[in-house]
C-alpha cells in the first residue's frame, strides 16, 4: 500500500510518473537500455534533456533571454554559486554588497555563505517572532549586486506573498520548495533556484534559471565547475550531469502540463492548503503558528494550542504515531523547531489532504 506522505523532501513523486519511469526501466523509448545507463552524449539523453528544458520553460513561462541550467550540489551548493558567480571581488578590489532578507534557517545559511564572498547586509528580518511572518523589505543600496530572498519558507512554512521592489537589482530566490507550485512572473527575477526534490523530481538535481547578462560575472579564479558560463555554454554537459534526475523530472513536468499547467496546480495547491488552514482555524487541539498572510501553500505547520511542554511533547509524539499507523507519515516538524507540518507539494494528491483533515479531526475529538 502506498502511504500518503508528507515529508518536507524528498517528498511524494506523482503515481502517473513512478509507474511510467518503472515501465521504461529496463528499455526507455525503443532504446534497449535504461536512461541510467545512456551516455549523456548520446541522441536518445539529448532529447530528453531538451524535451524537459522545453518543458520547463512552457509551464514556468521562462522567457528567451534566461538560461536553464541542470546542476548538482543542491539548493546548498547555490548558497556558493550566486555569490561567487554575482557577487565576488576580483582580488585585489573591495568587497561587493549583497542583500539577504532573513526569513528562516535556510535563508539565514544562504546569507551565511554569502558573506565568505561579499558584503552581505541583512536590513530585515523576522526572527524577533520565530520568522513567523515575513519582513517589510527595504530597497537595495544603490551598488548591491543581487537581492536575495527565500520565496517559501519550508520549515516554519511562510511565503513572500508579494515580491519585493529592488530596482535595477537582480531579485535572487530560492524555490526549492515551491517550484512550479502556482505561476510565478520569472521575468520579475534576476535567478530562481531549486533543489529537485521537493516539487521537480529526485534528489540531486538542482534547477538554476539565470538571466543571460548576469552570467559570465564569476571571478577569475572561481572553479569551472561552480561557474554558470561553464554550465551554460556546455549546455549542463560541462561533465556528467544527473541523468536520471533530469528524466524523472521531464516525467513530473509532462505531469503537470497534463493536469492543467502552473495555473490549475496552483487552484489545487490553494484548495489543499484551504483545507487544513480552515480545519486549524477551528481546533481546539492545534494552532497554525504563522500569521495569515504569510502562510505557506506548501508547509503547513501546526502545534499544540496549549498545555506545557511535557504535555505539548505527549500530544506530538502521540499524534505523530497514530496518524503513521493510519498511514499518513512524516508529519513531525523539523528537528530546529519541533511542532509537526504537513508538506503537500504538488504531487500530494488532495484526498492525502482530506484524509489528513479527518484524521486532526478524529484525533481532536479523542484527545480533548
Ligand atoms: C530543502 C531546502 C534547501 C536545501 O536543499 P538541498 O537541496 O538539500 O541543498 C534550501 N532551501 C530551501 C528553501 C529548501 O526547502
Redesign the pocket.
Known amino acids: 500500500m502506498r502511504v500518503y506522505n508528507f515529508s518536507p523532501?524528498p517528498s511524494m513523486l506523482p503515481l502517473p510518473v513512478l509507474e511510467r519511469a518503472a515501465a521504461e526501466m529496463t528499455d526507455a523509448n525503443g532504446s534497449g537500455q535504461s536512461v541510467m545507463e545512456m551516455s549523456h552524449r548520446s541522441g536518445e539523453f539529448e532529447a530528453i534533456i531538451e524535451r524537459t528544458e522545453a518543458l520547463l520553460r512552457e509551464l514556468m513561462g521562462i522567457p528567451a533571454n534566461y538560461r536553464v541550467l541542470f546542476l548538482q550540489g543542491?539548493?546548498?551548493?547555490q548558497f556558493s554559486m550566486v555569490p561567487l558567480n554575482l557577487g565576488a571581488a576580483e582580488p585585489g578590489q573591495p568587497a561587493k554588497k549583497a542583500v539577504y532578507i532573513d526569513t528562516g534557517v535556510?535563508a539565514k545559511k544562504a546569507a551565511e555563505e554569502g558573506a565568505k564572498f561579499l558584503d552581505a547586509l541583512v536590513p530585515a528580518s523576522s526572527g524577533d517572532r520565530a520568522y513567523s511572518y515575513i519582513p517589510e523589505a527595504p530597497p537595495p543600496e544603490p551598488g548591491c549586486a543581487y537581492y536575495h530572498i527565500?520565496l517559501?519558507?519550508?520549515i516554519v512554512g511562510t511565503r513572500w506573498a508579494s515580491l519585493p521592489e529592488t530596482g535595477g537589482v537582480p531579485l535572487v530566490a530560492?524555490i526549492?520548495?515551491c517550484a512550479l507550485s502556482e505561476p510565478l512572473d520569472v521575468s520579475r527575477f534576476g535567478l530562481l533556484y531549486a533543489?529537485a526534490?521537493?516539487n521537480l523530481g529526485p534528489?540531486g538535481l538542482?534547477l538554476v534559471v539565470i538571466r543571460e547578462d548576469l552570467i559570465g560575472r564569476a571571478a577569475s579564479g572561481t572553479p569551472a565547475l561552480l561557474r554558470y558560463d561553464v554550465h551554460a555554454d556546455a549546455g549542463s554537459r560541462y561533465n556528467t550531469p544527473p541523468c536520471y534526475g533530469i528524466y524523472i523530472m521531464g516525467l513530473v513536468l509532462e505531469w503537470i502540463k497534463k493536469t492543467g499547467g502552473a495555473e490549475a496546480m496552483g487552484k489545487r495547491n490553494r484548495e489543499k492548503a484551504d483545507l487544513l488552514y480552515t480545519y486549524l482555524e477551528g481546533s481546539r487541539l492545534f494552532r497554525s503558528p504563522v500569521e495569515r498572510a504569510f502562510r505557506s501553500l506548501m508547509n503547513i505547520p501546526f502545534v499544540p494550542a496549549e498545555g506545557d511542554g511535557a504535555r505539548r511533547k505527549e500530544i506530538e509524539a502521540r499524534f505523530a504515531g497514530e496518524a503513521a499507523a493510519a498511514g499518513l507519515v512524516n508529519l513531525a516538524g523539523h528537528r530546529l523547531v519541533g511542532g509537526m507540518r504537513a508538506s503537500v507539494y504538488n504531487a500530494m494528491p488532495i484526498e492525502g489532504v482530506r484524509e489528513l483533515a479527518g484524521f486532526m479531526k478524529k484525533f481532536e475529538a479523542n484527545y480533548v
Open positions: 523532501g543542491g539548493a546548498s551548493l535556510w527565500t517559501n519558507n519550508t530560492d526549492s520548495s533543489g526534490q521537493k534528489a538542482t
